[in-house]
């Protein structure tokens, strides 16, 4: 076996481990939670990431996010429906928006659908403000919190591992698929739509696979989210937090498929907190990332580490 996927597997154990005990590493519940929020944005990331390699760029990654948290906030509050039926209907409820949506427009381009993504995350906010019946501007709460029997998930601890779970579940997904003969097809069609499609590849059906499995998971990272801050309102989805979820993307590493958007999700939520800027500020302090992302290193933090240790994460 080569050194390099020996160095792959030691790092891989490691960070399984550190992932294991983190939160006896970190005591703060604070830094928890911002680690939570961070490991919830990063499903959204990855579902980004797969729609880039097959050419769909979208900006509104947080709108599918949104629709789970309010299909599992609604079905929890209004119907009393128990939360592991709610993460299951959300993440269904997002993925048969994603076909309906997909089928109508990504056979039109990748500008027309960027466009259209844009459109779709306003009206979605505007939408959800002024729907009574889903709480209007002040949104849903009084969320009930998941359960397992008599354990009910309470501390921010206890949503870690849940979230965790919920992580390693969404990452064996994608790598199913990737490894599977449609991931193949994927990465053909990211190489050029153009030859895939003169060999027999139908482009138009695999990037609306990709479309909805992304939305599929965003779906159930929503419907986590909406049970674990137990209130929900229409401008946390809105388009500046798709904006932020696709740089995070850009600075974990576009070529990571998995490590770099939750990489790039946590350095978007740590470092904002760790020097005490202001949400005011956070839109400069973003830039300031993406310039230098952009000056020093253009394959995400993934990549620059990659090029001096000599092997892929």
């Given at each position: 076996m ?21 939160p006896?590493?970190?005591r703060s ?7 939570n929020?961070?490991?919830l944005?990063?499903v ?7 729609q880039?390699r ?6 509104c990654a ?6 789970g948290?309010?299909i599992?906030?609604?079905l929890?509050?209004?119907y009393d429906?128990?939360?592991w039926?709610?993460?299951v ?8 928006v ?6 109508l427009v990504i056979r039109?381009?990748?500008v027309t ?8 995350a306003?009206v979605f906010?505007e939408?959800l403000?002024?729907?009574?019946g889903l ?8 969320i009930p919190?998941?359960?397992?029997g008599?354990?009910?998930?309470v ?9 965790l779970?919920l ?7 994608f790598?199913?698929?990737y490894k599977s003969p ?8 990211g ?5 895939a499609a003169?060999?027999g590849?139908?482009?138009?059906r695999?990037r609306l696979?990709?479309?909805?499995v992304?939305?599929?998971?965003a779906g ?12 929900i309102v229409?401008s946390t989805?809105?388009l500046?937090?798709s ?5 995070s993307?850009?600075?974990?590493g ?12 946590v ?7 760790l ?6 500020y956070e839109?400069i302090?973003v830039?300031a990332m993406?310039?230098?992302s952009?000056r020093?290193?253009r394959k ?6 990659s090029k001096?240790?000599?092997f892929?994460?």
């Amino acid at each position: 076996m080569p050194l390099s996927n020996y160095g792959n597997r030691i790092i891989v154990i490691i960070v399984g481990l550190i992932l294991l005990f983190l939160p006896f590493i970190i005591r703060s519940q604070h830094w928890i939670y911002v680690i939570n929020i961070a490991g919830l944005e990063s499903v959204v990331v990855i579902g980004f990431v797969l729609q880039y390699r097959v050419r769909l760029i979208s900006f509104c990654a947080a709108t599918f996010w949104g629709i789970g948290a309010y299909i599992s906030g609604l079905l929890s509050t209004a119907y009393d429906v128990n939360f592991w039926f709610c993460l299951v209907f959300s993440g269904l409820g997002a993925a048969l928006v994603a076909f309906v949506l997909g089928a109508l427009v990504i056979r039109a381009g990748w500008v027309t659908f960027l466009m259209i993504s844009i459109v779709i995350a306003e009206v979605f906010v505007e939408a959800l403000g002024h729907i009574q019946g889903l709480g209007g501007w002040d949104g849903i709460s009084k969320i009930p919190r998941p359960a397992i029997g008599s354990f009910v998930f309470v501390t921010h601890t206890s949503y870690y591992y849940l979230i965790l779970a919920l992580i390693i579940i969404c990452v064996v997904i994608f790598y199913a698929f990737y490894k599977s003969p449609i991931g193949k097809a994927w990465v053909a069609i990211g190489q050029s739509s153009e030859l895939a499609a003169s060999v027999g590849v139908n482009v138009f059906r695999y990037r609306l696979a990709a479309y909805v499995v992304a939305c599929f998971t965003a779906g159930l990272s929503g419907s986590l989210y909406a049970h674990y801050s137990t209130y929900i309102v229409p401008s946390t989805f809105q388009l500046v937090r798709s904006l932020y979820m696709s740089i995070s993307a850009v600075i974990g590493g576009l070529n990571f498929v998995v490590a770099g958007p939750i990489v790039g999700a946590v350095v978007m939520k740590a470092l904002p907190e760790l020097f005490r800027i202001a949400d005011k500020y956070e839109p400069i302090l973003v830039g300031a990332m993406i310039i230098v992302s952009a000056r020093f290193f253009r394959k995400g933090i993934l990549g620059l580490l990659s090029k001096y240790r000599g092997f892929l994460l």
